[in-house]
């Protein structure tokens, strides 16, 4: 109950990521991480408006579903096509990047 309001607080819990979505997630990583080429991490996710360590994580796999617009973000600064990467990562499942 939110105190202030009254009204009742609902929270929300976030399921399990399934093997296909971790695996979707570690593929998303190493296409990042090979189109990075020898550009360095930092100047990458500085130009994408990300962290450093987010953007290590997501090539490592441990973030398994980034927000799209991180995606996107990365997308633009590596000039991959958003379009090419979806239909390369849907042998990993439904399709769904970002779960």
Same mark, same amino acid.
């Given at each position: 109950? #939110? @105190?202030?309001?009254?009204?009742?607080? %609902?929270?929300?819990? +976030? $399921?399990? =990521?399934?093997?296909?979505?971790?695996?979707?997630? +570690? !593929?998303?990583?190493r296409?990042?991480r090979?189109?990075r080429?020898? +550009?360095?991490?930092?100047a %990458?996710?500085?130009? !994408?408006?990300?962290?450093? #360590?987010? &953007? $290590?994580?997501?090539?490592?796999?441990?973030?398994? %579903?980034?927000?799209f @617009?991180?995606?996107?973000? =990365?997308?633009r %600064?590596?000039d991959?096509? &958003?379009?090419?990467?979806? +239909? #390369?990562?849907?042998? @990993?499942? #439904?399709?769904?990047? !970002?779960?």
């Open positions: 109950m #939110d @105190f202030n309001t009254g009204n009742k607080i %609902v929270h929300m819990v +976030r $399921r399990p =990521l399934t093997a296909e979505q971790r695996d979707r997630g +570690r !593929a998303l990583g296409v990042l090979a189109a080429g020898p +550009r360095s991490a930092a %990458v996710a500085t130009a !994408a408006g990300i962290s450093l #360590d987010t &953007l $290590r994580k997501i090539e490592r796999g441990a973030i398994a %579903v980034p927000a @617009f991180t995606v996107a973000a =990365l997308a %600064v590596l991959l096509d &958003l379009a090419a990467l979806a +239909r #390369d990562l849907e042998q @990993f499942g #439904d399709g769904r990047i !970002a779960g």
